[in-house]
């Protein structure tokens, strides 16, 4: 009774516990009532979210990935950032938690691919080829259209297929097994290239990754934070 007086709200408050013990990785947390209105916030945030892609509030930065041996950029990672009319800058990791909670993750996925496969067309145009790696969802990887959106967004930009590469967390790869590797096999088939990111975070074996169509394992930060030292 001291979190909720109705059905309804009660599910509410232990479906946010719920999320609360996913993100700490632990096995159960009880309901925080000070987390209210920072709950409402976020989600009254979420609600605009919609607006913010029909609007064109949101916006691609990208890090360049420098070769070591080079020096050279060849290819970059594309980071979404939102700027707000009121609110001014949002940061990603204010409202890519809550997408993905409610679904409107895809949404947010293919307004990324849609604009970095126009922008690496626009550079390759440019005489400069850059790859530009996207960020995918879990949810993602289970859309059973998702190979066909990014062909068409392809084709839309008259950008060749090498010069896409999508990004999936390791623990992204490990659920839905079936439906995800068929996915990855379908993405590469077409062309685009794949990578594991945060590796070594999850519970993939070597031998399961050799099966992975992948092309590329980024190495999580907390394995090599210290590598200068």
């Given at each position: 009774?001291?979190?909720?007086?109705?059905a309804?709200a009660?599910?509410c408050?232990?479906?946010?516990?719920?999320?609360?013990?996913?993100?700490?990785?632990?096995?159960?947390?009880a309901?925080?009532?000070?987390?209210?209105?920072?709950?409402?916030?976020?989600?009254?945030?979420l609600g605009?979210?919609?607006?913010?892609?029909?609007?064109?509030?949101?916006?691609?930065?990208?890090?360049?990935?420098?070769?070591?041996?080079?020096?050279?950029?060849?290819e970059?990672?594309?980071?979404?950032?939102?700027?707000?009319?009121?609110?001014?800058f949002v940061?990603?990791?204010?409202?890519?938690?809550?997408?993905?909670?409610?679904?409107?993750?895809?949404?947010?996925?293919q307004?990324?691919?849609?604009?970095g496969?126009?922008?690496?067309?626009t550079?390759?145009?440019?005489?400069?080829?850059?790859?530009?790696?996207?960020?995918?969802?879990?949810?993602?990887?289970?859309?059973?259209?998702?190979?066909?959106y990014?062909?068409?967004c392809?084709?839309?930009s008259?950008?060749?297929p090498?010069?896409l590469?999508?990004?999936?967390?390791?623990s992204?790869?490990?659920?839905?097994?079936?439906?995800?590797?068929?996915?990855?096999?379908?993405?590469?088939?077409?062309?685009?290239s794949?990578?594991?990111?945060?590796?070594?975070?999850?519970?993939?074996?070597?031998?399961?990754?050799?099966?992975?169509?992948?092309?590329?394992?980024?190495i999580?930060?907390s394995?090599?934070?210290?590598?200068?030292?």
């Amino acid at each position: 009774p001291e979190h909720a007086t109705e059905a309804i709200a009660l599910m509410c408050c232990a479906d946010e516990a719920m999320y609360v013990a996913k993100a700490s990785r632990s096995p159960a947390r009880a309901y925080n009532p000070e987390r209210k209105q920072f709950r409402e916030d976020h989600l009254s945030l979420l609600g605009q979210l919609k607006k913010a892609v029909e609007g064109d509030q949101l916006m691609l930065y990208y890090q360049p990935k420098v070769s070591l041996l080079t020096g050279e950029v060849h290819e970059a990672e594309a980071l979404i950032r939102w700027q707000h009319p009121q609110r001014g800058f949002v940061p990603p990791v204010e409202f890519i938690p809550f997408a993905e909670q409610t679904g409107y993750i895809r949404e947010l996925t293919q307004w990324v691919i849609q604009r970095g496969c126009r922008d690496a067309a626009t550079l390759l145009a440019q005489g400069r080829p850059i790859r530009i790696s996207v960020n995918i969802a879990t949810r993602d990887l289970l859309d059973l259209h998702l190979t066909d959106y990014v062909s068409r967004c392809l084709e839309k930009s008259h950008l060749p297929p090498e010069y896409l590469c999508l990004e999936i967390t390791e623990s992204g790869m490990m659920e839905e097994s079936e439906l995800v590797m068929d996915n990855l096999q379908q993405l590469r088939r077409i062309g685009v290239s794949l990578a594991i990111d945060d590796y070594g975070t999850g519970y993939s074996s070597l031998a399961y990754v050799r099966r992975l169509p992948v092309s590329e394992l980024k190495i999580d930060r907390s394995f090599v934070v210290g590598v200068a030292d």
